[in-house]
């Protein structure tokens, strides 16, 4: 299956300084809503090909014992070592119609039956990133507008383990991403091509370094 990066979020316990420093940055934010049964609300900074979101837990109890409870992103974001990512993936023919990687149905409450996220079983693992696959969402035509914080043409993902799952193994043949080993959990994020030439580090409030 061909598979494309729809959008990827960071888990955060400090969600007003995390977006307000994307906002200083440059970043466009756009709309923000609460997830009914999963505990988590979002900021969400939308590109023309794919989007950057923040998440973080609204309700705890809600997170911890709602239909998202195998997500776990309380333990993400209070784990030392926990990935704090998730990679969210779609299709980009019709050609092949199965799973990409093995895993679990994941019904939100925020979605109609039987539209349901089909989640990679690396989900255990909490030292790598949430795979996540839409299997209700066909191909998508994405553009790659020019200008300043416009497109993003590459994710870079750091996993520091010593090898990564089948799962994780998958995610490195998806267009724009990079799944990688390395010495700590970040994610280096390519918009515009890097036309401008600038890059900017928002550790230590986001594992993140945006390029553009």
């Not at 990066?5 to 200083?24: C, M, N, Q, R, Y």
């Not at 109890?61 to 776990?72: T, W």
């Not at 990079?178 to 515009?192: A, N, R, W």
Request: glycine share 8%; with cysteine.
């Amino acid at each position: 299956m061909d598979l494309e990066l729809d959008h990827f979020f960071i888990l955060t316990d400090k969600p007003k300084e995390a977006g307000d420093l994307l906002v200083s940055v440059g970043l466009n934010e756009s709309f923000s809503r609460d997830h009914k049964g999963q505990g988590t609300s979002n900021r969400r900074f939308a590109f023309s090909n794919g989007m950057l979101e923040i998440l973080y837990v609204r309700d705890s109890e809600e997170s911890n014992n709602g239909p998202a409870k195998n997500l776990r992103f309380l333990e993400r974001i209070q784990k030392e070592n926990a990935s704090p990512f998730g990679i969210v993936l779609t299709r980009t023919n019709d050609s092949k119609l199965g799973m990409p990687f093995s895993g679990w149905k994941y019904q939100p409450d925020y979605f109609e039956p039987p539209n349901a996220f089909h989640v990679g079983d690396n989900s255990e693992i909490l030292e790598e990133p949430l795979c996540i696959y839409v299997p209700f969402v066909g191909p998508v035509s994405r553009i790659e507008e020019i200008g300043t914080f416009k497109s993003i043409s590459n994710v870079q993902v750091s996993v520091p383990l010593g090898k990564m799952s089948d799962t994780l193994r998958t995610l490195q043949t998806v267009d724009r991403l990079q799944i990688e080993l390395g010495s700590e959990h970040m994610v280096m994020v390519t918009l515009d091509n890097e036309r401008s030439g600038l890059s900017k580090d928002l550790r230590p409030v986001l594992p993140l370094i945006i390029n553009w």
